[in-house]
Every structure is written in C-alpha cells, then in structure tokens.
C-alpha cells in the first residue's frame, strides 16, 4: 500500500506486475479465504493509489505487494549464505546492515573483507539502535580484521567526522548525490561532492585537525585540543 508507494509508481516496477497479472493463474499460490486474508485484502485495497472500490476489483494491489515481497524480502538467507556468494567471486564482500559487535564478530569468521554498519535509514525496525550508537562497538569488535565503513544519515561534512572518528574507515553517501544529480544532472553531483568535501575539510580545520588520520574519539571530546 503507502509503505511501498516508491515502488507502485515506478514503472519498472508497474512492468513486474503487470507481468505477474498476466501469467497464468497456475504459477501463482491462490490462498485460502479466511477472514484473516480478507482484512489483509481490505487494508492493501485502502492503502494503494487509487480509489477503493476500483482497487477492491482490481488484482493490481494485491500483485504488487506479491511482486514487492517476491522481489526484496528474502527471509530465508542465513550466515550460510556467504560461503556460496564467496564461492562464485574473487571480488571483496562488504556485508551491510550490521549493527551488533556479536554479529561484526560472527562476519569476520565468515570471511567477509569488510562492514558496513548501517540500520538502512531506520526503515527497517521503526526505533531501531542509530548506526553511530553501534559504530564503536562493532569497530571493537573486528579490529584490524576488516574494513569498517559507515551508513545511514551521512548528509554533510560534520557527520563524516563524526563517523571517521569513531572508527569508521569510511562513509558511503546516498541521498546526497541522488540529491545533487535530480537538480543538476552530472554537475550536480560534482557540487554535492565538492561542497562535501569542503565542509570535512572546514570542520577538521575547525577542531585543530590538520589530516584524517589526526581524528580519533578524542575529536569529540569537549576536551579536545
């Protein structure tokens, strides 16, 4: 319904489910109509674009949750999943979404070359631990194992060096560039990461900082130099 209104109005997207609509009735599981599965209906029908009645008609609302869960949920991967995704690539496995020292640990024993600690935005668990709460831990946690990098609220300068400060080896950006690139297509992103840049380097300045590898907790200390 609304909580996947970025996907519903996506084209590529609205391509998936049409092709869904269109397969034969056989290649899809038709549950069984109990009064549980009829509010499950009813709330989808309200909550997707549209009027309800038309909705109610519909087996578009319906086919695009099926095509959402289908596609992004995947509630059966485990810890042994990363041994297969190793056995078919020589490339480095960053495994996102770590925000447990437990779970860092666990992801170093699986071999993986790097961290990424990230809630995803805090869209996943409503309330969920910030990612800078669990940075220091998990970078405890690995030491010199593995890389540390950082996600999750990264939007200017200052909370790169909060981050690079706490341990991590680097932030990844996302909305700010997506931001710079709708506004001003190539030059857009070229400012974004140019006045990005500008504030990390006004803010090291600023605490007496003169290069990153100068940044450590103590760069947060009301203390400091």
């Known amino acids: 319904g609304q909580g996947i209104a970025q996907y519903t109005s996506d084209p590529a997207f609205g391509r998936v489910v049409s092709e ?4 034969p009735a056989g290649d ?3 549950p069984r109509p109990t009064l549980a599965a009829l509010r499950t209906l009813v709330d989808i029908t309200r909550a997707h674009p549209g009027g309800f009645l038309a909705n109610l008609r519909s087996p ?3 086919a695009s949750v099926e095509a959402f869960l289908d596609t992004y949920s995947r509630p059966s991967l485990t810890w042994a999943d990363l041994a297969f995704v190793r056995s078919r690539t020589e490339l480095p496995i960053l495994l996102k979404g770590v925000l447990h020292p437990a779970d860092a640990a666990r992801a170093l024993d699986e071999g993986v070359d790097g961290i990424v600690v990230s809630n995803h935005g805090g ?3 409503d309330g969920a631990i910030g990612a800078l709460q669990a940075l220091p831990g998990v970078v405890e946690a690995v030491g010199d194992g593995c890389e540390v990098l950082f996600d999750s609220g990264i939007r200017c300068g200052a909370d790169a060096l909060k981050a690079l400060a706490l341990g991590a080896r680097a932030v990844c950006l996302g909305r700010p560039y997506v931001w710079g690139l709708a506004l001003g297509g190539e ?3 070229i400012d974004v990461l140019r006045a990005f840049l500008a504030e990390l380097d006004l803010n090291m300045a600023l605490s007496g900082h003169a290069a990153i590898d100068e940044v450590g907790p103590h760069s947060l200390s009301a203390q400091t130099r």
Do not use: K, N
């Open 187 to 189: 030059q857009g992103v």
């Open 28 to 30: 899809r599981p038709t």
């Open 123 to 125: 869209r996943q668990v």
């Open 60 to 62: 578009r609302p319906r």
């Open 20 to 23: 869904r609509m269109q397969a």
